[in-house]
């Protein structure tokens, strides 16, 4: 404590309605302390909210019109009175005064007739007690601020390795462009609709949304394992390649595990980055990959993914294809319900479909909104 240096004296508010105890208070601190004085609560309070408001507070109980324990009981309400160090002195001398005093937040007590030196003591005792308080809050809510801060810029730095890492497998097709942002937006407005619906509830909280948001990138990381003579094959692809187009979902899912295990503990970001990568070309039927699941035992991270996925897929251009119209595009997904999507995600997909619209054409490629339509077979098996 002796480290605790003051560069100004401290303000003493004594508040009593005696004449003689201000008076005499007043002679007992002035040397030490700056006083300022009040002869009831009222005027106290506005002593308290003034620009300068005191380092410590004498306050007397028995007074006319609020009295001290009103005083003090909103004095510690306000967050901006409530860190100023309350001492009732009073001729109130009972246990239960002291104790009520106490509980109201104040931090001593001293009975009248005082003893000049104890009160001296306390109030040097307690002005210290209270500077060091002061100095740690301060220096908690500095290490809080920078604990924020280094936390953002963790979670900048990871959001942007993410798209960089996601942005590897869509640049080797140049007409791929935007589609992670445009997927990561989709997935994010299609859980925010469900997150009410009694079947996704439990698991579409704002933080799994978030995780959803930040994941979702990375469904096609595992295409950086598949050659561009397949990726970029301008026709139809043999079922051979077909077959090495669909591993591009273990590929995924294999590369993120293997980042998880060199980190050397869970990522819980990462797990759902792996279950997107794995399961989002899995059906509603049964009939999808790369495990044939169905309903549902695909997980909902993966079905959401689906839904954004094959919207985009089909309102954008490839080597293979032109871009269909939005409204095509809704219709092939309605006949797709409960086949190869799961119905209540349809359904709540054709409810916010203006918004889908709205994110494709906020990060639009070039070229794109061209309608085709003839029937859609996407290279990796989407419908």
Not at 233 to 240: E, I, Q
Not at 260 to 269: D, I, S
Request: proline share 4%; with cysteine.
């Amino acid at each position: 404590m002796d480290e605790l240096q003051f560069d100004r004296k401290a303000t003493i508010l004594v508040v009593d309605d005696t004449p003689g105890i201000l008076s005499l208070m007043n002679s007992l601190l002035g040397d030490d302390y700056k006083v300022k004085i009040a002869n009831g609560g009222e005027k106290a309070l506005k002593i308290v909210a003034s620009d300068s408001p005191p380092d410590l507070i004498l306050l007397d109980i028995m007074m006319p019109g609020l009295d001290g324990y009103e005083v003090c009981r909103r004095l510690k309400h306000d967050p901006k009175t409530m860190n100023i160090p309350v001492i009732f002195f009073s001729g109130m001398s009972e246990m239960e005064d002291e104790k009520k005093g106490l509980e109201l937040g104040a931090v001593d007590y001293i009975t009248k007739p005082i003893s000049p030196p104890i009160v001296m003591a306390r109030i040097k005792n307690h002005l210290a007690l209270n500077a060091m308080h002061n100095f740690l809050r301060d220096k908690n809510d500095f290490l809080e601020s920078e604990v924020a801060k280094r936390t953002r810029e963790v979670m900048a730095i990871q959001d942007v390795t993410i798209l960089v890492l996601a942005s590897l497998a869509e640049t080797r097709d140049s007409e791929t462009g935007r589609h992670i942002r445009r997927t990561q937006f989709y997935v994010k407005a299609l859980a925010e609709k469900l997150r009410d619906h009694p079947r996704f509830a439990w698991f579409l909280t704002d933080a799994n949304i978030n995780m959803l948001y930040k994941s979702a990138p990375l469904h096609d990381i595992g295409k950086v394992g598949i050659s561009d003579r397949i990726l970029l094959k301008p026709g139809r692809l043999d079922p051979h390649e077909f077959e090495i187009m669909k591993t591009h979902t273990t590929l995924g899912y294999d590369a993120i595990e293997h980042a998880e295990k060199l980190l050397g503990t869970n990522v819980e970001f990462l797990s759902c980055a792996k279950t997107i990568a794995l399961s989002h070309q899995e059906k509603w039927d049964g009939t999808g990959y790369p495990q044939g699941l169905a309903g549902d035992d695909i997980p909902i991270a993966a079905r959401l993914m689906a839904v954004a996925d094959v919207y985009d897929a089909l309102i954008s251009r490839r080597v293979y294809k032109e871009a269909m119209s939005h409204e095509r595009a809704v219709q092939i997904m309605i006949e797709n319900r409960g086949t190869h999507f799961d119905a209540d995600m349809i359904d709540a997909f054709v409810e916010i479909q203006d918004e889908f619209r709205a994110i494709a054409q906020r990060f639009a490629d070039s070229d794109e909104g061209m309608d085709q339509q003839t029937p859609y077979l996407a290279q990796d098996g989407c419908v």
